[in-house]
């Protein structure tokens, strides 16, 4: 082999691009591209997630401090603590409590003098969709009155529907369930 030929078979070899680089760079181009793709679809679900777990923050911190009023007040009080619970609900429970309070209760309460202590045990979001929430309650309540020789205490049980109307949540209804059925089995057992 003469230098002219290993010449050109050099020359030949620096002439022609290797095609190693554009096959690494084409594949780093399209990791590079799977990779965002999945980073952005992961974010999409993280603010999902976050929308959701807002939601039910709000559905709860709306329930509790519904029900804080609810069962927290006094006779002589009232008028104050039924404005506060109707600026916490829409008009339907608006309508539901002016049904009861025209039967005269609200001033028989303030006559004997009542006065509500209560305590949420816990509050459970049943359902969570379309704007729309199902809650279930626990709260201990302990009643006075000067037609009481003493207190009584009761455990409570309420259902109750938040909606979200305006992008605030209000409570829409509240149902007392029948307190004879007496506390739920996890507050009764020992934990021990």
């Known amino acids: 082999m003469n230098d002219t030929s290993v010449l050109e078979t050099t020359t030949t070899a620096r002439a022609r691009p ?10 780093a181009v399209a990791f590079a591209g ?8 992961a974010e999409g679900e993280r603010s999902e997630l976050a929308a959701v777990q807002s ?7 709306r329930a509790q401090a519904f029900l804080v009023e609810l069962v927290n007040w006094e006779g002589r009080t009232l008028d104050q603590t039924i ?27 303030r006559d004997l003098n009542v006065r509500s202590v209560g305590q949420i045990q816990d ?9 729309r929430a199902g809650v279930f309650a626990i709260v201990r309540q302990e009643v ?8 009584t205490v009761a455990f409570n049980y309420f259902d ?10 209000l409570i829409d209804e509240v149902v007392l369930i029948d307190p004879s059925l007496g506390p739920p089995p996890l507050l009764t057992q020992d934990p021990s």
Do not use: C, K, Y
């Not at 965002?36 to 679809?41: E, V």
């Not at 939601?55 to 911190?61: N, Y």
């Not at 109750?160 to 949540?169: A, S």
């Open 18 to 27: 290797s095609v190693l680089p554009w096959v690494l760079l084409v594949i």
């Open 34 to 41: 799977v990779t965002t793709a999945a980073w952005q679809r």
């Open 55 to 61: 939601d039910r923050d709000q559905v709860v911190l």
């Open 83 to 109: 404005s506060t619970l109707e600026s916490m609900g829409t008009d339907n429970l608006r309508e539901s409590a002016a049904s009861v309070l025209g039967l005269n209760i609200d001033q028989q309460l």
């Open 123 to 131: 509050v459970f979001i049943q359902q969570l969709e379309n704007g």
């Open 144 to 151: 006075e009155s000067d037609a009481l020789e003493q207190p």
């Open 160 to 169: 109750m529907r938040v909606i979200r109307l305006d992008g605030e949540w």
